[in-house]
């Protein structure tokens, strides 16, 4: 089946860095991406979303970038601080399918934030 | 704090029992969303509940069932438990019925661990 993926597993930047964590995605007709952060022992948690319509959206110190010809989308943290330690996730969804259904996630990029 | 609220947060159990877990959605929200996390299988959509009906099925397995109560909260049944059950269960909602206008919102989870 279809699926989003994640590039890299684990990145480590330094604190005060930008960081920038990228997702492949496979279905063409998705139209819909999100990016969740999960912190240990927690739920994900929301931080921005795109629109295919879109190929850039700024939120508070995050921007998510969609490349539609490449399928592949990026969420970059601008100054990294040590509470944006935690596994973020990729996910998308697809109109199409009627709005009713759940997300595909992908596997997660573990960000580590070094002193 | 996403405003969805999952009970219990652990449950020990042995295999070949049944368990339920209970989520309640934010306030005004009508879609109920849970998903499975695990090692192996990353973060997987189970079923989609919108008021009160099943909207869409993910990669859910027979044994689990759910159900969306007139007051909107939800509860997943897992029976016949096996040790590849154990996992991070959580529980998300939305506003309406979903796809790229509805942003779902998850709670902490309840780990489930089977013996």
């Known amino acids: 089946g279809e699926s989003v993926g994640l590039h890299l597993p684990t990145l480590s930047v330094q604190e005060g860095d930008n960081s920038i964590i990228n997702c492949a995605y496979s279905?063409?007709?998705?139209?819909?991406f999100i990016w969740y952060k999960q912190e240990s022992g927690k739920g994900p948690q929301f931080i921005i979303d795109?629109?295919?319509?879109?190929d850039k959206r700024q939120g508070q110190r995050v921007t998510v970038l969609l490349n539609k010809t490449v399928k592949h989308l990026s969420l970059q943290i601008a100054a990294t601080q040590p509470g944006d330690s935690a596994v973020y996730f990729c996910?998308?969804?697809?109109?199409?399918?009627?709005?009713?259904?759940?997300?595909?996630f992908g596997k997660g990029t573990h960000l580590i934030i070094q002193p | 704090d996403s405003g969805v609220t999952q009970t219990p947060k652990h449950l020990i159990t042995a295999t070949g029992q049944r368990v339920t877990l209970r989520c309640s959605p934010r306030?005004?929200?009508?879609?109920v969303y849970w998903y499975q996390q695990s090692l192996d299988q990353g973060l997987q959509f189970l079923i989609q509940?919108?008021?009160?009906?099943?909207?869409a099925k993910g990669n859910i397995l027979e044994r689990f069932s759910a159900q969306q109560f007139p007051d909107l909260h939800s509860e997943l049944n897992l029976s016949s438990l096996e040790l590849g059950d154990s996992a991070l269960y959580f529980c998300?909602?939305?506003?309406?019925?979903?796809?790229?206008?509805?942003?779902?919102?998850f709670g902490p989870g309840t780990r489930l661990t089977v013996l």
């Open positions: 996910a998308e969804n697809e109109s199409g399918r009627g709005g009713a259904d759940g997300l595909t």
């Open positions: 279905n063409s007709a998705s139209d819909y």
């Open positions: 795109i629109r295919s319509n879109m």
């Open positions: 509940y919108y008021n009160g009906e099943e909207r």
């Open positions: 306030s005004g929200d009508l879609s």
């Open positions: 998300a909602s939305s506003p309406r019925l979903g796809g790229s206008t509805d942003t779902q919102y």
